[in-house]
Every structure is written in structure tokens, then in C-alpha cells.
């Protein structure tokens, strides 16, 4: 018996409807992802801030545990203070950018390109004018749907969530250049403290 293929002509509904809810798990497994990663960023960057941090109170007279004192050399009035706290100020302020950037991804949300897009089931927040709309789309649903109602409604969605993803990945990527430049001046601190001792 010779195998039955679909009608080009034809549109092949089912399997339109099948592949968007695929694309639209996926895209949603990519914003987990990102905000996975959002997360080791900031949790690192926040670890790596203290190390600055630390050494601004040493070589300002603060104590270390253990007892351990900043050399003479690096105290307020010695010829490398200046150059240390200029360092370790710029590295604090590059792990606060690495952190805001982290947060800006986190919340990265964008509206649909067509404002007259119908209201999404799928993502049912929406704002106090656009209730009726929600409202209505519901009726709809309850009423029974069809494939191409289905369809439409992930369309839409995989439109929203890929805007979504586009700003997350900007901001994520962002974050992870800062985080590297904190980590490059984190050591030059570091190495600089060393050589002063």
C-alpha cells in the first residue's frame, strides 16, 4: 500500500499547531535558562565585590581576620593609597553594573510589535483597559475552539516571548562582559596588593 503523504495544497493544521507549542516550550525553556545564568552572574559578582571591598577597609586602617594589618606603603599618606582606592573603587562600581545589568535581564519584558494583536490566553497579564478584551478572549474559549484559534494564540505568544528573549539575552550579555571586566580588575587589585607588600 503506497504511503499516504498530505495535500501541499492543503494546510496542515495539526501539525502548524504542534510545532508552535514546541517552539513555544522551548523559548520558554530559554528565558529558564537565561535567568539560570542570571543568577550564577550575580551570585559571583556579589562574592568577587567583596574582595574590593575587603581591601578598602584594609589599606584604610581596618584589620583583616587573623590580625593581619595593611603595610605602611598602602595606609592613607603612602605613595600607592591613592592608586589602590582609585582601583578598588572602579572594581566595586564595575560589580555594581554587573548586578544591575543581571537585574535589568531578570525583568526584561517587552510589549507585542502589532498593538492590535489579540489579547493572549497564554500570558494573561494584562493591564486594567485591556481586562474586557481578556474577558471576551475567554468567552471565546469556553465557547470551543478550533485549531486556527490555537494557533493564532501561540503565534502571538512565540512573538511576545521571543522579544522577550532577544532583551533578556542584551542585558544578559552585558552582565557577563562587566562580570569579566570585574574579575580582570579584581585580580590587577589583587596583584597590586601583593607587589606593595
Known amino acids: 500500500m503506497p504511503a499516504k503523504f498530505s495535500d501541499p495544497k492543503k494546510p496542515n493544521l495539526a501539525g502548524s499547531l504542534d510545532f508552535a507549542k514546541e517552539a513555544y516550550a522551548n523559548a520558554q525553556e530559554a528565558i529558564r535558562f537565561i ?21 578598602l577597609i584594609w589599606i ?6 587573623g590580625g593581619l594589618h595593611a603595610p605602611a606603603i598602602l595606609l592613607c599618606g603612602g605613595p600607592h593609597h591613592l592608586l589602590m582606592v ?7 562600581l564595575i560589580g555594581s553594573l554587573v548586578i544591575l545589568f543581571s537585574i535589568l535581564s531578570l525583568v526584561g519584558r517587552t510589549r507585542p510589535s ?9 500570558f494573561p497579564v494584562q493591564s486594567v483597559k485591556l481586562r474586557h478584551a481578556l ?40 552582565s557577563a562582559w562587566t562580570l569579566l571586566a570585574q574579575i580582570v580588575a579584581t585580580g590587577i587589585s589583587g596583584v597590586l596588593t601583593l607587589v606593595c607588600m
Open 60 to 65: 584604610n586602617g581596618g584589620e583583616l581576620p
Open 135 to 174: 474577558s471576551s478572549r475567554l468567552r471565546e474559549l469556553k465557547a470551543g475552539v478550533d485549531e486556527n484559534f490555537q494557533l493564532e494564540e501561540y503565534c502571538h505568544q512565540i512573538e511576545v516571548v521571543g522579544a522577550i528573549i532577544a532583551k533578556k539575552i542584551k542585558w544578559h550579555r552585558r
Open 86 to 92: 582609585t582601583i578598588l573603587c572602579i572594581t566595586t
Open 114 to 122: 502589532d498593538p492590535h494583536a489579540p489579547v493572549s490566553i497564554l
Open 35 to 55: 535567568d539560570t545564568k542570571n543568577a550564577f552572574i550575580t551570585g559571583l559578582s556579589t562574592f568577587a565585590s567583596t574582595v574590593p571591598i575587603s581591601l
